[in-house]
């Protein structure tokens, strides 16, 4: 068994990101990977405009207060302004709206007084206050998003001001799910004596879609050396990731590992030292990373929880550094462990507490996975975490 810690390491180094692109409408691109800078053609703000609700004025015109000044025009938002402020004068102007030539200061509503076309300045403003100066947050030729960021709402909208409607993004991974074993059946299947439903195939096909991948679902391989031989081929084939669950164990039935072996993947990894999730095996192939993750459902999203989001960051070409979400919090819950691999508990993040999943926390127990937003992780070497202690929790 490797440490948890060194599995990660290993995992990041073995893992290519993709360098294929493809061109999308900007607003098909939410949480896509960017794949090359986003430069603006134009300054930020467009013009001078206010931010605020008020009057436009010159500062030389409001250096002591009350002072009265006409009113010379009304500039909406989206409409130029007709005239040029000269001493003595004022423009009613709104958020947003263009400054008038002439004006450098805007005096918010709030510190007026109006009556007809005269306006009456209360207090002293700051020269050039609430002014959004044309070019202050972008200048042309300025990038305003690097390759490797995840278009998210904040990058869309940035994508929309600087009118790059069309965006260069990397290619989704493919990811090859299928599960091992003759005792598994499908939801539909007759739950006859002996059988399991397979839960592995939706789990991982949900996880795998929340992450940005394609998802290439190959079903359920028989324990059979030939099916699985085939299976293995055409997952290596078809993806850029490959997540079988089950058959890496070291029972009569467990075969990946010397099938992986026979058709060329070099294994870097057999098994780990984290509970659940220990017999997790990982092997290289030239175009294809292959993991092959416990058939135990909680083991089997643990790995992905733990692992495979970070692959899955890397090899989606998004920008280092890949990392997970880890909080310290305190528990509710008295917490134990065998002490002699990395542990994971999983249950409730509420505010800044964890709170224990209650029920069994076997790796087949799938149902107090229920709501499951965190994992409260024991290191190797402790075995008991005491109720109102400090943990270090692994939001999922």
């Known amino acids: 068994m490797i440490p948890v810690p060194e599995a990660e390491t290993q995992l990041l180094n073995l893992t290519q990101p993709l360098t294929e692109t493809e061109l999308l409408p900007f ?21 001078d405009n206010s931010a605020m ?3 436009a004025v ?66 002293v403003p ?20 690097r390759p490797g960021c995840k278009l998210g709402p904040a990058e869309l909208a940035i994508l929309a001001t600087v009118q790059c409607t069309t ?11 299928f599960s091992t074993g003759d005792e598994l059946i499908t939801p539909a299947g007759e739950l006859a004596p002996g059988k399991i439903v397979d839960s592995n195939q939706y789990a991982l096909a949900a996880f795998l879609q929340q992450q ?65 999730g220990k017999p997790l095996t990982v092997a290289t192939f030239p175009n294809c990373l292959y993991l092959g993750i416990p058939g135990n459902p909680v083991s089997a999203l643990v790995c992905c929880w733990r692992f495979v989001r970070l692959v899955l ?17 305190r528990s ?17 993040l509420q505010g800044e507490e964890f709170v224990l999943s209650g029920g069994s926390h076997s790796s087949g127990n799938l149902m107090n996975l229920a709501q499951t937003n965190a994992l409260a992780v024991l290191p190797v070497g402790i075995t008991e975490i005491e109720a109102g202690a400090m943990v270090r929790i692994l939001r999922v």
Do not use: C
Request: charged share 20%.
């Open 167 to 177: 965006v260069e993004v990397y290619r989704r991974p493919r990811v090859a799910i």
């Open 27 to 47: 607003d098909q691109a939410h949480n896509r990977i960017l794949a090359k800078s986003v430069i603006s053609t134009a300054p930020f703000p467009y013009w």
């Open 212 to 276: 940005g991948a394609t998802v290439v679902p190959l079903g359920i391989v028989p324990d059979d050396p030939k099916s699985l031989r085939e299976a293995i081929a055409t997952a290596t084939q078809q993806s850029d990731l490959v997540l079988s669950t089950g058959g890496v164990s070291v029972g009569d039935y467990d075969y990946i590992d010397q099938l992986l072996a026979e058709l060329g993947g070099e294994i870097k990894i057999q098994s780990v030292a984290i509970k659940p």
């Open 313 to 329: 960051q890397k090899m989606s070409g998004q920008a280092a550094p890949w990392i997970l979400p880890w909080q310290m919090v």
């Open 332 to 348: 509710r819950d008295r917490l134990t462990a065998g002490g002699r691999r990395e542990t994971y508990l999983w249950g409730q």
């Open 126 to 145: 700051q020269p050039q206050a609430f002014v959004r100066h044309q070019g202050s947050f972008v200048q042309p030729g300025d990038i305003v998003l």
């Open 53 to 55: 609700d008020g009057y």
């Open 58 to 123: 010159r500062a030389a015109d409001v250096q002591t207060a009350p002072v009265t000044l006409e009113v010379i025009e009304e500039i909406p938002a989206g409409i130029p302004p007709q005239k040029t402020v000269q001493t003595g004068q004022a423009a009613r102007i709104f958020t947003g709206a263009m400054l008038p030539t002439g004006a450098d200061t805007i005096v918010m509503q709030e510190d007026t007084q109006r009556e007809g076309d005269r306006v009456t300045i209360q207090t």
